[in-house]
Nanobody, 120 residues
Framework: QLQACGGGLVQAGGSLRLSCAVS????????MAWFRQAPGNEREFVAA????????YYADSVKGRFTISKDNGKNTLYLQMNSLKPEDTALYYC???????????????WGQGTLVTVSS
């Protein structure tokens, strides 16, 4: 079970931090990620991180502006979003999958979305 929160309305250039609480324990390696879906667009990958480890992977569109991180003790995934642009406006979802592959976009579990709106 994944529960995302932290979305809101922010001006361009501002920052937001999204959180995703992971309520179910799992064993073995797994990967967590953020995806987003803007109105009228398909869902797109944003960033991924290995839950046991520090390896991360970002979409080119957010590289250098967004940072994915996690707190294993709190079972929480984060997405720090800086220098936000109007084109970052979307419903943001957290997701999880078994294994250690950072690059594949097929995920096993999805949270509900949290809306991020960036005004110009």
């Amino acid at each position: 079970q994944l529960q995302a929160c932290g979305g809101g309305l922010v001006q361009a250039g501002g920052s937001l931090r999204l959180s995703c609480a992971v309520s179910a324990r799992t064993f073995g390696p797994y990967v967590m990620a953020w995806f987003r879906q803007a109105p009228g667009n398909e869902r797109e990958f944003v960033a991924a991180i290995r839950w046991y480890g520090t390896s991360t992977y970002y979409a080119d569109s957010v590289k250098g502006r967004f940072t994915i991180s996690k707190d294993n003790g709190k079972n929480t995934l984060y997405l720090q979003m800086n220098s936000l642009k109007p084109e970052d406006t979307a419903l943001y979802y957290c997701a999880a999958k078994f294994g250690s592959d950072l690059f594949g976009e097929e995920y096993d579990f999805w949270g509900q979305g949290t809306l991020v709106t960036v005004s110009s």
